[in-house]
Protein backbone atom coordinates (compact mmCIF):
# COMPACT_ATOMS: atom_id res chain seq x y z
CA UNK A 1 0.00 0.00 0.00
CA UNK A 2 1.57 3.20 -1.20
CA UNK A 3 2.18 5.94 2.22
CA UNK A 4 -0.71 8.94 2.13
CA UNK A 5 0.40 11.76 4.21
CA UNK A 6 -1.58 14.36 5.44
CA UNK A 7 -0.02 17.78 7.24
CA UNK A 8 -2.29 19.81 9.06
CA UNK A 9 -0.40 23.53 10.07
CA UNK A 10 -0.77 26.44 12.72
CA UNK A 11 -3.59 24.54 14.37
CA UNK A 12 -4.50 25.04 18.28
CA UNK A 13 -4.46 21.45 19.19
CA UNK A 14 -6.71 20.30 22.38
CA UNK A 15 -6.50 17.09 23.98
CA UNK A 16 -2.91 16.76 23.91
CA UNK A 17 0.56 17.85 25.52
CA UNK A 18 0.98 20.05 22.10
CA UNK A 19 -0.94 23.54 22.12
CA UNK A 20 0.33 24.95 18.99
CA UNK A 21 1.83 23.80 16.02
CA UNK A 22 1.47 20.94 13.38
CA UNK A 23 0.56 17.51 12.85
CA UNK A 24 1.68 14.89 10.46
CA UNK A 25 -0.72 11.76 9.62
CA UNK A 26 0.68 8.78 8.04
CA UNK A 27 -1.87 6.33 6.44
CA UNK A 28 -4.20 5.96 9.72
CA UNK A 29 -2.16 6.96 12.61
CA UNK A 30 -0.56 10.18 13.77
CA UNK A 31 2.70 10.13 13.51
CA UNK A 32 4.15 13.67 14.40
CA UNK A 33 3.12 16.47 16.26
CA UNK A 34 5.64 19.88 16.93
CA UNK A 35 5.84 23.75 16.68
CA UNK A 36 6.67 23.20 12.76
CA UNK A 37 6.99 20.07 10.49
CA UNK A 38 8.71 20.47 6.86
CA UNK A 39 7.79 17.40 5.12
CA UNK A 40 6.04 17.38 1.69
CA UNK A 41 2.34 15.96 2.32
CA UNK A 42 -0.09 14.13 -0.21
CA UNK A 43 -2.26 16.84 1.39
CA UNK A 44 -1.52 19.95 3.78
CA UNK A 45 -4.60 21.64 5.98
CA UNK A 46 -3.74 25.06 6.92
CA UNK A 47 -5.27 25.32 10.67
CA UNK A 48 -5.18 28.93 10.99
CA UNK A 49 -7.89 30.60 13.46
CA UNK A 50 -8.91 26.88 13.63
CA UNK A 51 -8.92 23.99 16.95
CA UNK A 52 -8.04 20.55 16.44
CA UNK A 53 -8.79 18.13 18.67
CA UNK A 54 -9.67 14.19 18.78
CA UNK A 55 -12.58 13.33 16.90
CA UNK A 56 -15.77 12.93 19.01
CA UNK A 57 -16.61 9.53 20.90
CA UNK A 58 -20.52 9.00 21.38
CA UNK A 59 -20.79 5.66 23.50
CA UNK A 60 -24.59 5.62 23.42
CA UNK A 61 -26.81 5.01 20.34
CA UNK A 62 -29.54 4.11 18.26
CA UNK A 63 -28.26 5.33 14.70
CA UNK A 64 -31.14 3.36 13.16
CA UNK A 65 -34.00 5.56 14.95
CA UNK A 66 -33.10 8.84 13.13
CA UNK A 67 -35.64 7.56 10.61
CA UNK A 68 -38.45 8.00 14.06
CA UNK A 69 -36.59 11.79 14.66
CA UNK A 70 -40.05 13.84 15.62
CA UNK A 71 -42.43 11.21 15.56
CA UNK A 72 -43.18 11.48 19.46
CA UNK A 73 -42.47 13.59 22.13
CA UNK A 74 -43.46 15.26 25.01
CA UNK A 75 -44.37 11.98 26.35
CA UNK A 76 -44.39 9.32 29.19
CA UNK A 77 -41.54 6.56 28.27
CA UNK A 78 -43.99 3.93 28.74
CA UNK A 79 -46.36 5.58 26.55
CA UNK A 80 -44.05 6.65 24.01
CA UNK A 81 -42.47 3.10 23.96
CA UNK A 82 -45.33 0.97 23.52
CA UNK A 83 -47.82 3.55 21.82
CA UNK A 84 -45.56 4.74 18.99
CA UNK A 85 -41.89 3.48 19.16
CA UNK A 86 -42.29 -0.22 19.66
CA UNK A 87 -45.15 -0.44 16.78
CA UNK A 88 -43.13 1.41 14.63
CA UNK A 89 -40.04 -1.08 15.22
CA UNK A 90 -41.87 -3.79 13.95
CA UNK A 91 -41.78 -2.47 10.55
CA UNK A 92 -38.35 -2.47 10.75
CA UNK A 93 -36.35 -4.32 7.65
CA UNK A 94 -32.47 -4.36 6.90
CA UNK A 95 -32.56 -1.49 4.04
CA UNK A 96 -34.71 1.22 6.42
CA UNK A 97 -31.74 0.32 9.20
CA UNK A 98 -29.27 0.61 6.80
CA UNK A 99 -30.86 4.30 5.74
CA UNK A 100 -31.19 5.55 9.06
CA UNK A 101 -28.23 4.39 9.65
CA UNK A 102 -26.87 6.05 6.75
CA UNK A 103 -28.46 9.70 7.89
CA UNK A 104 -27.06 9.38 11.21
CA UNK A 105 -23.51 8.95 9.61
CA UNK A 106 -23.73 11.89 7.97
CA UNK A 107 -24.88 13.99 10.88
CA UNK A 108 -22.45 12.25 13.09
CA UNK A 109 -19.65 13.67 10.69
CA UNK A 110 -20.74 17.13 10.33
CA UNK A 111 -21.50 17.34 13.75
CA UNK A 112 -17.22 16.26 14.38
CA UNK A 113 -18.05 12.35 16.37
CA UNK A 114 -16.07 9.85 14.34
CA UNK A 115 -16.46 7.02 17.12
CA UNK A 116 -19.86 6.21 18.02
CA UNK A 117 -21.12 2.49 20.23
CA UNK A 118 -24.59 1.54 18.49
CA UNK A 119 -27.25 -0.70 19.67
CA UNK A 120 -29.88 -2.34 17.02
CA UNK A 121 -31.44 -4.77 14.91
CA UNK A 122 -30.12 -5.71 11.04
CA UNK A 123 -26.70 -4.08 12.50
CA UNK A 124 -25.22 -5.95 8.68
CA UNK A 125 -26.96 -3.04 6.93
CA UNK A 126 -26.13 -0.68 9.96
CA UNK A 127 -22.34 -1.85 9.01
CA UNK A 128 -22.81 -1.16 5.52
CA UNK A 129 -23.53 2.67 5.91
CA UNK A 130 -20.43 3.05 8.67
CA UNK A 131 -18.30 1.06 5.49
CA UNK A 132 -19.69 3.56 3.15
CA UNK A 133 -19.21 6.47 4.96
CA UNK A 134 -15.79 5.91 6.60
CA UNK A 135 -16.67 6.46 9.96
CA UNK A 136 -15.39 4.22 13.57
CA UNK A 137 -18.04 1.99 15.17
CA UNK A 138 -19.05 -0.30 17.55
CA UNK A 139 -21.90 -2.38 16.94
CA UNK A 140 -24.21 -4.70 18.76
CA UNK A 141 -27.55 -6.31 18.32
CA UNK A 142 -30.08 -5.35 20.75
CA UNK A 143 -30.90 -8.72 22.44
CA UNK A 144 -34.23 -9.37 24.14
CA UNK A 145 -35.62 -12.67 25.24
CA UNK A 146 -38.12 -12.07 27.72
CA UNK A 147 -37.21 -15.40 29.76
CA UNK A 148 -38.15 -17.02 26.33
CA UNK A 149 -35.45 -19.80 25.87
CA UNK A 150 -35.99 -20.17 21.81
CA UNK A 151 -36.02 -16.23 21.54
CA UNK A 152 -32.70 -16.50 23.60
CA UNK A 153 -30.70 -18.79 21.49
CA UNK A 154 -32.08 -17.01 18.14
CA UNK A 155 -30.28 -13.70 19.64
CA UNK A 156 -27.11 -14.94 20.23
CA UNK A 157 -27.16 -16.89 16.90
CA UNK A 158 -27.86 -13.41 15.78
CA UNK A 159 -25.10 -11.45 17.98
CA UNK A 160 -22.23 -14.18 16.86
CA UNK A 161 -23.76 -14.06 12.70
CA UNK A 162 -22.95 -10.18 12.81
CA UNK A 163 -19.87 -11.18 14.94
CA UNK A 164 -18.46 -13.18 11.88
CA UNK A 165 -19.72 -11.17 9.59
CA UNK A 166 -18.60 -7.88 10.71
CA UNK A 167 -16.07 -7.63 13.09
CA UNK A 168 -12.61 -5.99 12.08
CA UNK A 169 -14.38 -5.06 9.03
CA UNK A 170 -14.11 -1.87 6.96
CA UNK A 171 -10.02 -1.40 7.52
CA UNK A 172 -10.51 -2.31 11.27
CA UNK A 173 -13.38 0.78 12.02
CA UNK A 174 -15.98 -2.07 12.50
CA UNK A 175 -16.22 -3.97 15.52
CA UNK A 176 -18.71 -6.17 17.26
CA UNK A 177 -19.91 -6.15 20.91
CA UNK A 178 -22.45 -8.13 22.79
CA UNK A 179 -26.38 -5.96 23.49
CA UNK A 180 -27.98 -7.61 26.10
CA UNK A 181 -30.94 -5.19 26.04
CA UNK A 182 -31.20 -4.41 29.95
CA UNK A 183 -31.69 -6.36 33.27
CA UNK A 184 -35.37 -6.26 32.91
CA UNK A 185 -35.97 -7.58 29.06
CA UNK A 186 -32.97 -10.45 29.49
CA UNK A 187 -32.90 -12.94 31.32
CA UNK A 188 -30.55 -14.30 34.33
CA UNK A 189 -29.38 -17.40 31.80
CA UNK A 190 -29.08 -14.57 28.64
CA UNK A 191 -27.43 -12.06 31.11
CA UNK A 192 -24.65 -15.34 32.14
CA UNK A 193 -24.73 -16.33 28.44
CA UNK A 194 -23.29 -13.33 27.34
CA UNK A 195 -20.69 -12.96 30.36
CA UNK A 196 -19.54 -16.40 29.11
CA UNK A 197 -19.13 -15.40 25.49
CA UNK A 198 -18.17 -12.04 25.86
CA UNK A 199 -14.79 -13.35 27.36
CA UNK A 200 -14.18 -15.44 24.62
CA UNK A 201 -14.38 -13.24 21.55
CA UNK A 202 -13.16 -10.41 23.74
CA UNK A 203 -15.39 -8.61 23.53
CA UNK A 204 -17.14 -5.36 24.62
CA UNK A 205 -21.20 -5.52 26.25
CA UNK A 206 -23.08 -2.67 25.77
CA UNK A 207 -26.70 -2.43 28.16
CA UNK A 208 -28.80 -0.22 29.65
CA UNK A 209 -28.69 -0.40 33.09
CA UNK A 210 -31.02 1.39 35.92
CA UNK A 211 -32.42 3.91 33.64
CA UNK A 212 -36.31 5.16 35.30
CA UNK A 213 -37.72 4.62 38.65
CA UNK A 214 -40.14 1.66 36.89
CA UNK A 215 -36.65 -0.45 36.01
CA UNK A 216 -35.62 -0.36 39.46
CA UNK A 217 -38.87 -1.54 40.96
CA UNK A 218 -39.06 -4.40 38.09
CA UNK A 219 -36.17 -5.77 38.92
CA UNK A 220 -36.10 -5.48 42.61
CA UNK A 221 -39.36 -7.32 42.34
CA UNK A 222 -38.32 -10.10 39.91
CA UNK A 223 -34.69 -10.80 41.73
CA UNK A 224 -34.48 -8.64 45.30
CA UNK A 225 -32.15 -6.71 44.70
CA UNK A 226 -31.03 -3.30 42.25
CA UNK A 227 -30.03 -3.87 39.25
CA UNK A 228 -26.29 -3.09 39.35
CA UNK A 229 -26.41 -5.42 42.77
CA UNK A 230 -28.24 -8.28 40.67
CA UNK A 231 -25.71 -7.99 38.09
CA UNK A 232 -22.97 -8.15 40.20
CA UNK A 233 -24.05 -11.04 42.06
CA UNK A 234 -24.76 -13.20 38.81
CA UNK A 235 -21.11 -12.08 38.18
CA UNK A 236 -21.66 -9.98 34.74
CA UNK A 237 -20.04 -6.94 35.62
CA UNK A 238 -16.39 -6.00 34.68
CA UNK A 239 -14.12 -3.72 33.13
CA UNK A 240 -15.87 -4.54 29.60
CA UNK A 241 -19.32 -3.33 30.18
CA UNK A 242 -20.40 -0.13 28.92
CA UNK A 243 -23.71 0.74 30.91
CA UNK A 244 -25.71 3.45 29.46
CA UNK A 245 -27.74 5.98 31.75
CA UNK A 246 -27.02 4.35 35.77
CA UNK A 247 -29.51 7.00 36.70
CA UNK A 248 -30.88 5.86 39.76
CA UNK A 249 -28.12 4.41 41.84
CA UNK A 250 -27.91 3.67 45.87
CA UNK A 251 -24.44 4.65 47.35
CA UNK A 252 -24.03 0.72 47.11
CA UNK A 253 -24.10 0.40 43.70
CA UNK A 254 -21.53 3.37 43.07
CA UNK A 255 -18.91 1.30 44.64
CA UNK A 256 -20.11 -1.92 42.70
CA UNK A 257 -19.35 0.19 39.79
CA UNK A 258 -15.79 1.68 40.56
CA UNK A 259 -14.68 -1.74 42.13
CA UNK A 260 -15.44 -3.83 39.01
CA UNK A 261 -14.56 -1.05 36.50
CA UNK A 262 -17.81 -0.76 34.68
CA UNK A 263 -17.84 1.74 32.39
CA UNK A 264 -20.74 4.20 31.48
CA UNK A 265 -22.26 6.47 29.07
CA UNK A 266 -24.33 9.61 30.53
CA UNK A 267 -26.80 10.44 27.96
CA UNK A 268 -27.86 14.13 29.78
CA UNK A 269 -30.32 14.50 26.86
CA UNK A 270 -32.54 11.40 27.14
CA UNK A 271 -32.46 11.43 30.52
CA UNK A 272 -34.30 15.26 30.82
CA UNK A 273 -36.79 14.76 27.78
CA UNK A 274 -38.03 11.83 29.15
CA UNK A 275 -37.82 12.72 32.43
CA UNK A 276 -35.95 9.91 33.68
CA UNK A 277 -34.03 11.64 36.32
CA UNK A 278 -30.41 12.56 36.45
CA UNK A 279 -27.40 10.47 37.02
CA UNK A 280 -25.09 11.04 39.98
CA UNK A 281 -21.97 12.04 37.62
CA UNK A 282 -20.05 14.12 38.65
CA UNK A 283 -19.74 12.88 42.18
CA UNK A 284 -18.32 9.41 40.42
CA UNK A 285 -16.30 11.26 38.12
CA UNK A 286 -15.01 12.52 41.90
CA UNK A 287 -14.87 8.40 42.53
CA UNK A 288 -13.02 7.60 40.05
CA UNK A 289 -15.55 6.37 37.75
CA UNK A 290 -14.86 6.77 33.69
CA UNK A 291 -18.20 8.04 32.57
CA UNK A 292 -18.59 9.36 28.94
CA UNK A 293 -20.90 10.62 26.90
CA UNK A 294 -23.92 9.50 24.69
CA UNK A 295 -26.94 11.18 23.08
CA UNK A 296 -28.99 7.67 22.64
CA UNK A 297 -31.42 7.01 19.37
CA UNK A 298 -32.45 10.43 17.66
CA UNK A 299 -36.07 9.43 18.70
CA UNK A 300 -35.27 10.79 22.42
CA UNK A 301 -32.51 13.54 22.12
CA UNK A 302 -33.63 14.41 19.12
CA UNK A 303 -29.89 14.98 17.53
CA UNK A 304 -26.49 13.58 17.77
CA UNK A 305 -24.87 16.31 18.45
CA UNK A 306 -22.38 15.32 21.48
CA UNK A 307 -20.84 19.03 21.72
CA UNK A 308 -24.50 20.19 22.47
CA UNK A 309 -24.59 16.72 24.43
CA UNK A 310 -21.67 18.23 26.37
CA UNK A 311 -23.06 21.70 27.62
CA UNK A 312 -26.50 19.94 28.53
CA UNK A 313 -24.26 17.35 30.92
CA UNK A 314 -22.25 20.49 32.67
CA UNK A 315 -25.36 22.79 33.23
CA UNK A 316 -27.77 19.43 34.25
CA UNK A 317 -24.70 18.54 36.85
CA UNK A 318 -24.78 22.16 38.11
CA UNK A 319 -28.21 22.86 38.83
CA UNK A 320 -29.24 19.54 40.21
CA UNK A 321 -26.17 19.72 42.84
CA UNK A 322 -26.93 23.12 43.22
CA UNK A 323 -23.23 24.33 42.61
CA UNK A 324 -21.34 26.08 39.84
CA UNK A 325 -18.51 24.13 40.38
CA UNK A 326 -19.85 20.69 39.24
CA UNK A 327 -18.60 19.14 36.02
CA UNK A 328 -16.25 21.65 34.75
CA UNK A 329 -15.65 22.31 31.25
CA UNK A 330 -12.54 20.44 30.93
CA UNK A 331 -13.54 17.22 32.85
CA UNK A 332 -16.82 17.39 30.14
CA UNK A 333 -14.37 17.60 27.28
CA UNK A 334 -12.35 14.31 28.89
CA UNK A 335 -15.89 13.10 28.74
CA UNK A 336 -16.57 13.67 24.99
CA UNK A 337 -12.57 12.18 23.93
CA UNK A 338 -10.84 10.24 26.51
CA UNK A 339 -12.94 8.59 28.60
CA UNK A 340 -15.11 7.93 25.07
CA UNK A 341 -12.02 5.89 24.04
CA UNK A 342 -11.83 4.17 27.55
CA UNK A 343 -14.92 3.12 27.93
CA UNK A 344 -15.27 1.34 24.34
CA UNK A 345 -11.59 -0.31 25.14
CA UNK A 346 -9.67 2.01 22.98
CA UNK A 347 -7.68 4.12 24.78
CA UNK A 348 -4.44 3.21 23.48
CA UNK A 349 -5.62 4.13 20.04
CA UNK A 350 -7.95 7.24 20.11
CA UNK A 351 -9.58 9.90 22.66
CA UNK A 352 -6.34 12.09 22.35
CA UNK A 353 -3.83 13.87 20.12
CA UNK A 354 -0.37 11.66 20.48
CA UNK A 355 2.31 9.98 18.49
CA UNK A 356 1.08 6.65 17.47
CA UNK A 357 -2.81 7.37 17.86
CA UNK A 358 -5.39 6.52 15.41
CA UNK A 359 -5.46 9.77 12.91
CA UNK A 360 -9.30 10.40 14.34
CA UNK A 361 -9.24 14.15 14.46
CA UNK A 362 -12.23 17.37 13.83
CA UNK A 363 -11.27 20.73 13.12
CA UNK A 364 -13.42 23.68 14.49
CA UNK A 365 -14.09 27.08 12.86
CA UNK A 366 -13.46 30.01 15.53
CA UNK A 367 -13.10 33.16 13.42
CA UNK A 368 -17.08 33.06 13.99
CA UNK A 369 -19.37 35.63 16.15
CA UNK A 370 -20.60 33.12 18.93
CA UNK A 371 -16.78 32.17 19.65
CA UNK A 372 -15.42 35.70 19.87
CA UNK A 373 -13.54 36.76 21.56
CA UNK A 374 -11.17 33.85 21.40
CA UNK A 375 -9.57 33.15 24.98
CA UNK A 376 -10.11 30.07 26.67
CA UNK A 377 -10.97 27.44 24.18
CA UNK A 378 -12.41 24.60 26.24
CA UNK A 379 -14.90 26.67 27.80
CA UNK A 380 -16.15 27.85 24.18
CA UNK A 381 -16.35 23.84 23.20
CA UNK A 382 -18.44 22.95 26.21
CA UNK A 383 -20.20 26.11 26.49
CA UNK A 384 -20.18 28.66 23.07
CA UNK A 385 -20.08 26.03 20.03
CA UNK A 386 -21.93 23.05 18.19
CA UNK A 387 -22.04 20.64 16.19
CA UNK A 388 -22.50 23.27 13.11
CA UNK A 389 -18.74 24.93 13.89
CA UNK A 390 -16.99 21.83 13.11
CA UNK A 391 -15.23 22.74 9.53
CA UNK A 392 -13.30 19.26 9.17
CA UNK A 393 -13.83 16.12 9.98
CA UNK A 394 -10.65 12.66 9.71
CA UNK A 395 -11.21 9.32 10.70
CA UNK A 396 -8.72 6.74 10.29
CA UNK A 397 -6.63 9.29 8.81
CA UNK A 398 -9.10 9.44 6.09
CA UNK A 399 -10.78 13.35 5.34
CA UNK A 400 -15.00 12.58 5.66
CA UNK A 401 -15.98 16.54 5.73
CA UNK A 402 -13.47 19.31 4.62
CA UNK A 403 -14.51 22.85 4.83
CA UNK A 404 -18.23 21.85 5.82
CA UNK A 405 -18.80 19.63 2.88
CA UNK A 406 -18.93 16.00 3.62
CA UNK A 407 -16.62 14.18 1.33
CA UNK A 408 -17.07 10.26 2.01
CA UNK A 409 -20.76 10.30 0.86
CA UNK A 410 -23.07 12.59 -0.85
CA UNK A 411 -25.16 14.54 2.05
CA UNK A 412 -28.13 14.98 -0.54
CA UNK A 413 -28.20 11.27 -1.18
CA UNK A 414 -28.55 10.51 2.20
CA UNK A 415 -31.03 12.40 3.10
CA UNK A 416 -33.17 11.22 0.43
CA UNK A 417 -32.37 7.51 1.20
CA UNK A 418 -33.55 8.04 4.75
CA UNK A 419 -36.83 10.70 3.63
CA UNK A 420 -38.09 7.84 1.29
CA UNK A 421 -37.32 4.85 3.85
CA UNK A 422 -38.90 7.42 6.97
CA UNK A 423 -42.29 7.62 4.39
CA UNK A 424 -42.81 3.85 3.69
CA UNK A 425 -42.16 2.76 7.34
CA UNK A 426 -44.54 5.51 8.33
CA UNK A 427 -47.27 4.18 5.93
CA UNK A 428 -47.30 0.64 6.99
CA UNK A 429 -48.80 1.65 10.11
ZN1 LIG B 1 -30.67 3.58 24.57
Redesign the pocket.
Known sequence: METQTILIKNAKILGGNHNKGSVLIENDKIVEISHEIDVNADKVINAENKILMPGLVNT?T?LSMTLLRGLADDLPLDVWLNEHIWPMESHLNGEYCYAGALLACIEMIKSGTTTFND?YFFMDDVARAVEETGLRGVLSHGMIDLGDGEKRKAEFEETERVIKKCHGAADGRISVAFGPHSPYTCSKELLEGVREKSDKYGALIHI?VSETENEIQQVKEAHGKRPFEYLNDIGFLGENVLA?HAVHLSPEEVEIIKNKGVKLSH?PA?NMKLASGVSPVDEMIKKGVCVSLGT??AASNNNLDILEEMKLAALLQKVNNMDPEALSAETVFQMATANGADALGMKNDLGTIEVGKKADLILLDMKTSHLTPFRHPKSHIVYSANGCDVNTTICNGQILMENKKVISFPEIQAIEIAENAAVEMLSKD
Open positions: HHMHANSDG
